[in-house]
């Protein structure tokens, strides 16, 4: 079955404190952006990308392919104003059953086993939603009120989550609703159930300055120049 990773890149790097989207900062000298791509190139020689960007970014994107030699693999379709709205944009694209892996941009140190396993895994249950136990403490607040829940059932969510196209594309032929906070919301609401695999903690979402930071000693303890 095919395979297509549709790769969202539209942050604009606020909580960053830069002055350019945090897709395209540096991590040992390449953008994050280049490091997620190469990931998903690496996996599979007959893996697709489609290629989510602002559209006063897609030039940058360009050049991030192109110094990837990968031209014939990623193509870049135009953002939307929300994350629903730009993974909308990149479905269209699809057009060949497949299974369809929605990855954040700046999650530049997935591994090739995940997304395998991702994979596998969408083969024999139609999806897979990566995620790792909650390792603090845990509180919910409502108002003034707090309370502790416990965290042996709490899950984080990490990308790339991933779907049978028959199930994922259905989903999003619908307006975006304020509870669809990521794909798997949407498809849930679409009245499909969605299956949790083990993420990686090493699968951290570049947000903040000190996730850099940890980003280059995970890159590091992988031995990758």
Known sequence: MQKIAVIVAGGTGQRMGATIPKQ???????????????????????????????????KAGNEIIMDLQATERVKITRGGDSRFQSVKNGLLLVKEPAVV???????????HDLIKRCYQQTLNKGSAIPAV??????????????????????????TPQTFLSELLL????RPFEEKFTDEATVVEASGKEVYLIEGEFTNIKITRPADLIIAEQVIASQGIL
Do not use: M
């Open 133 to 158: 136990a909650a390792t603090d403490s845990i509180r919910i607040v409502n108002g003034q009120q707090h309370q502790v829940i416990d965290r042996n059932q709490v899950r984080i969510i990490q």
């Open 24 to 58: 395209f900062l540096l991590l040992n000298g390449k953008p994050l952006l280049h490091h997620t791509l190469q990931r998903f190139l690496e996996t599979w020689t007959d893996l697709e990308i489609i290629l989510v960007l602002p559209e006063e970014h897609i």
């Open 170 to 173: 259905p989903a999003f032929d």
């Open 101 to 111: 892996f929605v990855h954040d941009g700046v999650r530049c140190l997935v591994s």
